[in-house]
Every structure is written in C-alpha cells, then in structure tokens.
C-alpha cells in the first residue's frame, strides 16, 4: 500500500505533536492526522501564561508552547493531514488499516502501529443534571473561550461559573478583564476543583467569590438565560431543600470537569480504565490491544501540559521500537482506596527483570482527598520498594514519580500495590 505508515498518530495537540515527533526521532515513517485546520489542540485558544515551566523553564502562553513543536514538526517534514477524520480502525494480520475522510474524499492508511492522542471533552450541562428549558446562554468554559480569545466575541455581561475546574477559573479572570461582572464561582465539592496557584491568581487576586458545597440546580429563561437557581448541597452532594436563591445573570459557564475521547479506543477492543476514564496501559504507554498506544488526556486529564508532552514523547518512542509477535508478560499495579488512580496500571515482567538494569518508570497519581505529611508507596510482594513524602497531597493536583525499576524481582505472579499512608497514622 502506498500510504503505509510504521506510526500513525491520531490528535494534533501537544501530545500528537510530541509523539509524532519523537517517534520521527526514532527512525520511523510517521503520519499526523488531525480533525481540525490547524494543529495545536486546545492550547490554540489559551492565551494566558504559565505553560512550559517545566519543559522549557520559562512562561509561554498556549500558542507559544505548541508552535514550538509544530515548527519542529514542518522542520522534519513529517507527513500530517489536517481536516481529516478517521471513521474507522481495523485491526489486520500485520497492523492496522484506517479509514479518513477530508476534502479529498476518502482514504485509507496502513499503520504498523497507532498513537490514541485525541485529547479530552468537557460535560455539559445535562450531563450535571441541571433543570430547565435550554436558553441561549449556557456555555462550557472551552466554549467561552474560544469565543472571547479566538472570535473576539463577549459571551456574557454578568456570569455565573459551576465548577472550579482549571479552565472555569481562568475563564472568571478573562471575563473580568473583559469588564463582565463574574458574580460568583459554584463548587459542588467541599474543596476547589482547581489548582492553587489558579485559585490565587485567578479568583483571590480579582475579589471574585468562591461558593464551595454549592450548585446550580436550575436555570431560567426561555430564548436567552435570565437567572439560575443555586442551592448548597450536603456531604453526599445533594441539594438541601430551603436554601435555594435565584441570581439574576445573562449566562451560565461550565467547568464541570473533562472528559477522555476514547470512542475510538473502545471500537477496536481497548479497555478502559474506571479511574481514569482513559485505556488501561503499561510504563510503555501501551494499550491491552498490541500496537495501539496511548498519550496526553486521552490517557488521563491531566494538570500541566507539559506532562502531557512528556507521555506523547513516551508513546511515540515506543510505538516506533514496536516489534509485534509474541508479548512480554504484564503484572497490574492495583491502587488501594487513597487514590483516584495510577498511571500506568501495567508493569512488563521483561521490563523489569534485568539484574543491574537501571530502567526508571515514569508513573502518575491522584489522591483521592487531601491528605498533609503522607508518604505515597509502593510495594512489591508486601515489601516497600518505593516511598516519597509529600507535605500535602490534594486529588485536583496529579503528580508524578520516577520508579526505578533495576535490581527488583518482579515476577509474573508477583502482587504490585500503591498507596498513600499518612505519616501519624503508621
């Protein structure tokens, strides 16, 4: 076939830009594809600061950032078709074939292997079960975003924004700068959804009102939103009846948390993981279905871009040295109820054996509540092989650990387990 590929990755974000461009690195004839105009993901439409501190060592806004890797990707010359949708993926005797369709019709390509890097989605408002008609003006963060960043246009005069996730925060900061009155942000939880450094910057610093145990059980308006309804909620998250108060505004933001696409993974037999909402993987950042690989939020939402650049280098680095055949065997890694989840939720027992062999694993994890002077663990066949202290663990803030791997005995039989254990507690 004349458009075979060794890697094909599917996403043009950070993390399709990373992978295709180290699995180029590597050797590999590597295609692109991406659904939009233009490659860059999310981060087109972030024009705030704060992104590449860790890979770069300096503040870049979201353009900035990815630019860097899609001129690096035109310096390679390395093969991307934009505007173009994969409608099908189907698994042959020696790779994959997929299906495209772009202005030129439909096509098809032949991969050795298959990069997943199609990134996220945000819920919406009914799936938060919010009660009423559907009035112009309930917008999702993203959506406000683009609107004020890209289009030049002020989706609301007086707002109120459900969910201190990241981007709703930074959205009640945008929209202030704008001179729209944000009256006020509405968590459910009993705790910020986002991380510090944004509730500081973008909420403390602005004098805009944090609600937290408090939701929006309803809007009102018919053509155009005229108010919402508000009421505190108790510990399970439910509404407590005679708390209810209206605020008059003309829209509602979302940040209500994102959403893995994965529907692709699932059409070609890839579990997914509960916690995660992403494939289950190994350290490799491959998938349970040989030869289709991971990366970036389509893996697990993560904080920080430039982890997600990190897991696009990973994945594309190995689906380039990919060998098909026979397998190594995999040992689960099982998180205990401390933690949201673990990344990756598969060790190989090859990757491990080797005497002397001082391979690391780069792992991630979320607590599940916040916890202060806790160390997070990791056990092998009951003994302690791994530990890090951590002044404060909080579940919006993932973090991430080096796991050297050389010198233990990890076998296909042998019992992984991760944990956080407070120091007061032991």
Not at 145 to 155: A, E, I, T
């Amino acid at each position: 076939m004349q458009n075979q590929y060794e890697v094909v990755v599917i996403g043009g974000g950070p993390a399709g830009l990373a992978a295709a461009i180290q699995a180029d690195k590597e050797g590999a004839k590597v295609l692109l594809i991406e659904r939009e105009a233009r490659l860059g993901g999310i981060l087109k439409q972030c024009i705030h600061d704060g992104f590449g501190l860790i890979r770069f060592g300096e503040k870049l806004s979201g353009p900035e950032y990815v630019e860097r890797y899609v001129e690096e990707l035109k310096d390679r010359q390395i093969a991307c078709k934009v505007l173009t949708f994969v409608t099908e993926i189907t698994k042959e005797k020696e790779g994959f074939l997929l299906t495209a369709v772009n202005r030129e019709g439909v096509s098809e390509f032949g991969a050795r292997t298959i990069v997943l890097a199609t990134g996220c989605r945000e819920r919406t408002a009914k799936q938060v079960s919010i009660h009423g008609t559907r009035p112009a003006g309930v917008f999702t963060a993203g959506a406000a975003q683009h609107l004020v960043n890209l289009s030049g246009l002020m989706p609301a005069r007086r707002c109120v924004i459900l969910g201190s996730g990241d981007i709703g925060l930074i959205m009640a900061r945008r929209l202030t700068l704008e001179s729209a009155e944000v009256l006020g942000v509405y968590e459910v939880k009993p705790e910020p959804s986002g991380l510090t450094r944004n509730i500081v910057q973008c909420l403390e610093d602005y004098q805009i009102p944090l609600h937290l145990s408090c939701t929006v059980t309803r809007v009102f308006g018919e053509e155009r939103l005229t108010g919402v309804e508000v009421m505190r909620v108790d510990e399970a998250m439910r509404p407590i009846p005679g708390t209810e108060e209206r605020i008059d505004c003309d829209a509602l933001i979302l940040s209500v948390g994102l959403i893995p696409e994965n529907e692709m993974a699932e059409s070609i037999g890839v579990t997914l993981y509960p916690g995660t909402k992403g494939p289950v993987c190994d350290e490799n950042f491959m998938t349970d279905v040989d030869g289709v690989f991971s990366c970036g939020n389509a893996l697990h939402v993560n904080d920080l871009v430039d982890y997600v650049s990190e897991s696009g280098e990973l994945a594309g680095r190995a689906a380039a040295r990919y060998t098909a055949g026979e397998q190594p065997e995999k040992v689960e890694i099982r998180p205990d109820a401390s933690l949201q989840y673990a990344v990756p939720q598969m060790i190989t027992v090859q990757a491990a054996g080797g005497e002397g062999e001082s391979r690391e694993v780069v792992l991630f994890f979320r607590s599940r509540e916040t916890v202060r002077d806790a160390d997070f663990v990791i056990e092998l066949d009951g003994k302690t092989v791994f530990s890090k202290h951590y002044g404060v663990l909080r579940p919006p803030e993932m973090e991430r650990v080096l796991v050297k791997l050389g010198g233990l005995d990890i076998k296909s039989d042998s019992k992984i387990s991760v944990s956080i254990k407070k120091r007061e507690a032991r």
